[in-house]
């Protein structure tokens, strides 16, 4: 093993030195991250707080007290969690006395991590007409409100509420005139959505380079809301890419006992690959794979038997492939460097690091998709860049033309359970055509054991 690796160092010394050329390609790079940052302009900032405010608290106070009660004579206190607050620095706000204070942190350390709480957290305290509180919630998130009351004994009692929640089932079918953004943006929905969409379709073609006017997309999706408040998407179920020259790929949401959710098309293959397209999906190729071209410094025909992938210093790099760090540091005109071994004799190589990820060292498995280190321009490199390799049994092979082979396929019982659910999917698309705007809504509840997976 020793010996493969001084063997696939010093090959990499072989393949030549990669630059970052090409002024134009870096334009249109800019380009492309200015028309993104300013899509998020109009986008992100309402959905990060977007979630529905506290539930009205004055009937369980009114419970607690076993007797009708006008609205007036309780009293409360709404705060927001502060960067630094700990949960007692919201209850000093709310004036409660020491003793209080100790009974609610000590019910609630049960049910909730108090280290982990964040900031723009809200919180409320009730309090009776002897300025003695009776309440105090928490909203750790739209779906995690927690609930202290003092009950008739005079303890303090914390549970987790039930939170119902609208759900709104919906299809979109569109034409892409310039982008992916700029389609789901016409139709109300958020960038997320549009990552999510993109992600599920990242093996198989890269949104940036690859969309063109004239392609089509379907996809069907939850969104949840509460009290007519926007909380967050739900899993996209089904999701379809047509593009204009005729290549269509479908996916279908499926998940089997045991394993985590994922996309399959219609014959149960699975739409993720064994290796990813790119370990830097946003990045643009600022040099490709080639057995000679002219070096633009040296200027003498080299090979380069690599991909250059431009992105701003400091973007993570993923894994291509689950793997094995068999190198992990400095090495010349590479820079920072690290090797990844993969089954079938397969090797990738990121090199030019800003850093290594932390916590990670030589012989660590990782899994595809796990962040290894940063973009950088250690060793020979003229701008931020990683210089991707994939060597498969002593051989470079060019990342960009690896085989397409599906990360799993469904088989037996599972693939007739899946068929199933594909025809079930394919109802209700039909169904969502019948309904005036292809959205459906139904009333579901998030239980301490039920709650939707959000994107
Ligand atoms: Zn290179």
Redesign the pocket.
Known sequence: MNLSIVDALQSIKSTGI?LLTGARSSLVYIFAIISVALFFVNITPASLTDYAVLPEAVDSAAKYRGQPTKKTDYSRFHGELQAGDTLDDTLRQAQINAEDRHRIISALDELLDLRALRPRDRFMAVFDHHDTVVEYRYQAGPLDIYRVQRTTDDVFQAEKMNVALERKTKKISAEVESSLFAAFKTHGEKARLVYSFADIFSSRMDFNAEIRAGDRFQLIFEKYYQGGEFVGYGPIIHARYQQARGEVFEAFRFESSGNPAAYFDADGRELAANFLRSPVPMARVT?GFTRGRKHPILNEVRP?L?V?LAAPAGTPIKATADGRIIFREGNGDNGNLVVLEHSDGYFSYYAHLSSFEEGLKVDDRVLQGDIIGFVGSTGLATGPHV?YRIRRHGEYINPMKLSFKPRSVLKGEVLAHFREQVEDTIRLAKNLDRTDRQVMTSRITVTPDYRPTLL
């Open positions: 990669c040099s380069h690599a250059d210089c």
